[in-house]
């Protein structure tokens, strides 16, 4: 018996279990594109060139540095152009600079 609603339904699970697990192995990385990081930064080689690119971030700036960027500080690290991200959780703004810091 052929029930082909029944695959269509069956990889419809599998694609939403994918996205769960995906977003459960990289949170960060789920908020940045939420975010529209990729809008001017380049992320593994994907996005656009109006801001600096994101790999190899970690390495450039210090944990203290990328939560003042993010939380919108206006340091030496965190230009005026980047938006305003008050609207952040703490436990948001953690889980960017983790993801951001293991670039």
Known sequence: MDLPFLKTATCAMILCFSSVVM???????????????????????????????????????????LQDAIAHKHTESSPEALPHYSHLTGLEIRLLTDFLGGL
């Not at 529209?36 to 593994?44: N, P, Q, V, Y």
């Open 23 to 65: 977003a459960q192995e990289n949170p960060g990385l789920v908020l940045a594109n939420g975010l529209g990081c990729r809008a001017c930064h380049l992320i593994s080689d994907r996005g656009g060139n109006a801001g600096p690119p994101l790999d190899g971030l970690g390495r450039r700036m210090s944990r203290e540095q």
